[in-house]
């Protein structure tokens, strides 16, 4: 799976690609608002790994595909889009850019590609993501791609023995489909 974009690209990862995630996932500034990370190298293989058995599953439902910029080929980060309900046409998304590209508009075209490709490829009808409430950059992310604000939910995760409150976003494609 490709999906192209204007400055970015996204494909499915390789294992070859795994020194250059694992520049991104082990960098604590990266993963500072994530509930996973930073990473040892044996995580970042084991990621990999993990990412390819859920490419070749039947049904898919997990596409966590890497972002890598047109003009180096280089890989900057990831999307995932995680099918939860195929019966609902629900699903959810998540991003992860390297420091070095971050305010170059990037994170953005990643998840709106990744949501388009939601509702046109995969035909879902509502997508969510969550965020901390302290992770300004993500939250303008998913306002800018036309995620609306839908509430607060405490304590969702444990992040590095901390408990982590979420805001939780939504776009709904087609009221009337
Ligand atoms: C969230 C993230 C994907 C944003 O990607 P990006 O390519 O920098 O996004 P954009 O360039 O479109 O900027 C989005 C917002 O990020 C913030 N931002 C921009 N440059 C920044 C920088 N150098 N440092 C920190 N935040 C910055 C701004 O708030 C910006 O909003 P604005 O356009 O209204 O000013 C990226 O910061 C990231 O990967 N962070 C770590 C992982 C993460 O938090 N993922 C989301 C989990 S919910």
Redesign the pocket.
């Known amino acids: 799976m490709v999906v192209a974009g204007a400055r970015v690209t996204l494909r499915e990862f390789r294992f070859e690609d795994a020194p250059q995630v694992h520049q991104y996932a082990s960098d604590p500034r990266?993963?500072?608002?994530?509930n996973w990370g930073p990473n040892a190298w044996g995580d970042t293989t084991a990621f990999l790994a993990l990412v390819k058995a859920e490419a070749e599953a039947s049904p898919r439902v997990s596409y966590q595909l890497a972002i890598t910029e047109n003009s180096t080929g280089l890989v900057m980060?990831a999307v995932r889009l995680a099918i939860e309900s195929p019966r609902h046409r629900r699903a959810a998304i998540?991003?992860?850019?390297a420091?070095s590209?971050?305010?170059?508009?990037?994170?953005?075209e990643a998840?709106q590609l990744m949501v388009q490709w939601a509702i046109r490829d995969a035909g879902m009808h509502r997508i969510e993501?969550?965020?901390?409430p302290a992770?300004?950059?993500?939250r303008?992310?998913l306002e800018?791609i036309g995620l609306q604000y839908e509430g607060y939910r405490r304590h969702d995760f444990l992040v590095r023995g901390h408990w982590r409150d979420s805001l939780m976003f939504a776009l709904i494609a087609d009221p009337a489909d």
Do not use: I
């Not at 590209?101 to 953005?108: A, D, E, V």
């Open positions: 990266v993963v500072n608002h994530l980060g998540g991003y992860v850019l420091a590209r971050w305010g170059l508009g990037y994170g953005t998840a993501a969550t965020c901390d992770n300004h950059g993500s303008r992310v800018k």
